[in-house]
Nanobody
Framework: QVQLAESGGGLVQAGGSLRVSCVAS????????????MGWYRQVPGEQRELVAL???????KYKDSVKGRFTISRDRAKNTIHLQMNNLKPEDTAVYYC??????????????????WGQGTQSAFSS
């Protein structure tokens, strides 16, 4: 069973920096299975979960507009790990940050099946 485990959340003052990490376990990357994209979403109470940053298998990245220039997502494919470096943090960045992984598997008929997995979330709060 694929599991995603986040770490590194905490309480930081506005303007500070924080790095959160996520490790995917329970998967052996091979010719028949792997992880395509991994990323970070965040959610505050009463609101929908939103994309913060996403990194594809080819290294291409996508960011939420409000974090561009402040957040950087990186990926270690060999370790099935991603990191999110968050700089110049603002109070509005306070949320539970969730790791996401898109796992693909080649079926017996040759077609690819994709399944999304989520971590449990890590609370990150940034005070003014």
């Amino acid at each position: 069973q694929v599991q995603l485990a986040e770490s590194g959340g905490g309480l930081v003052q506005a303007g500070g920096s924080l790095r959160v990490s996520c490790v995917a376990s329970g998967i052996s990357v091979s010719a028949s299975t792997g992880i395509s994209s991994m990323g970070w979403y965040r959610q505050v109470p009463g609101e929908q979960r939103e994309l913060v940053a996403l990194i594809a298998d080819d290294g291409s990245v996508k960011y939420k507009d409000s974090v561009k220039g402040r957040f950087t997502i990186s990926r270690d494919r060999a370790k099935n790990t991603i990191h999110l470096q968050m700089n110049n943090l603002k109070p509005e960045d306070t949320a539970v940050y969730y790791c996401y992984g898109d796992v693909w598997e080649k079926r017996d008929d040759g077609r690819l099946q994709s399944t999304g997995f989520w971590g449990q979330g890590t609370q990150s709060a940034f005070s003014s």
